[in-house]
């Protein structure tokens, strides 16, 4: 089992609509959350953080994270072609702090 | 400007040739590491550093020494590579290794 799974995509919406991108990790004792966005040819950047549960909202960007079904989901409302990118989901391991990433998952926004 | 500065960018080199991919950041923070990303794979660490001369091992590695006898500095070190070193790879840092500030990469072929 990965530590950190995702689907890896592609997941294709139409501009305007809401993307949902899911993710799920193992190690029960994680505390952090993190999503990253990547695009094409690029380095990943820090888009969202969690650290408990619930929502948090930043812009167009949701983060939702279950402790106890040990899942962390993005949602991008009102999403752009500029959204097009690949998402990266990383985890803290518990007792190290340093992170573990998902293979992410590819979004594509059609016009 | 607040970065991470890798180089080089791009890299070709045969077996066996011994190279260094050079990483320097401007932003004081205490926490470095090495990751590369393969299609499929993701994002995975290769070492990392907590702070001067306190280095570690990531998940993956074999083939890889790495220094930090600065602050600023974390090259990476491939005494002699060998093909199943091709790719991407990232340098990373963060004042805590939770939330990471990326190089631009390096795309490394080995012959």
């Known amino acids: 089992q990965k530590e950190v799974e995702q689907n890896s995509g592609p997941l294709s919406v139409p501009e305007g609509a809401i993307a949902s991108l899911n993710c799920t990790y193992s190690?029960?004792?994680?505390?952090?959350f993190f999503w990253y966005r990547q695009y094409s040819g690029k380095s990943p950047e820090l888009i969202m953080s969690?650290?408990?549960?619930g929502d948090k909202e930043d812009g167009r960007f949701t983060a939702q994270l279950n402790k106890a079904s040990q899942y962390v989901s993005l949602l991008i409302r009102d999403s752009q072609p500029s959204d097009s990118a690949t998402y990266l989901c990383a985890v803290t391991r518990t007792g190290f702090q340093k992170l573990v990433f998902g293979t992410g998952t590819r979004l594509l926004v059609s016009p | 400007e607040a970065q991470v500065t890798q180089n080089p960018r791009y890299l070709i080199t045969v077996t066996g040739k011994k190279l260094t991919v050079t990483c320097s950041q401007n932003?004081?923070?205490?926490?470095m590491s090495w990751y590369r990303q393969d299609p499929g794979l993701g994002l995975r660490q290769i070492y990392y550093?907590?702070?001067?001369?306190?280095?570690d091992k990531g998940d993956v590695p074999e083939g890889y020494k790495v220094s930090r006898k600065e602050k600023r500095n974390f090259p990476l070190i491939l005494e002699s590579p060998s093909p199943n070193q091709t790719s991407l790879y990232f340098c990373?840092?963060?004042?805590?290794?939770?939330?990471?500030?990326f190089g631009s990469g390096t795309q490394l072929s080995v012959l």
């Open positions: 932003m004081n923070h205490e926490y």
């Open positions: 190690d029960r004792g994680s505390q952090s």
């Open positions: 990373a840092s963060s004042l805590q290794g939770e939330k990471l500030f």
């Open positions: 969690i650290y408990s549960n």
């Open positions: 550093s907590m702070n001067v001369e306190v280095t």
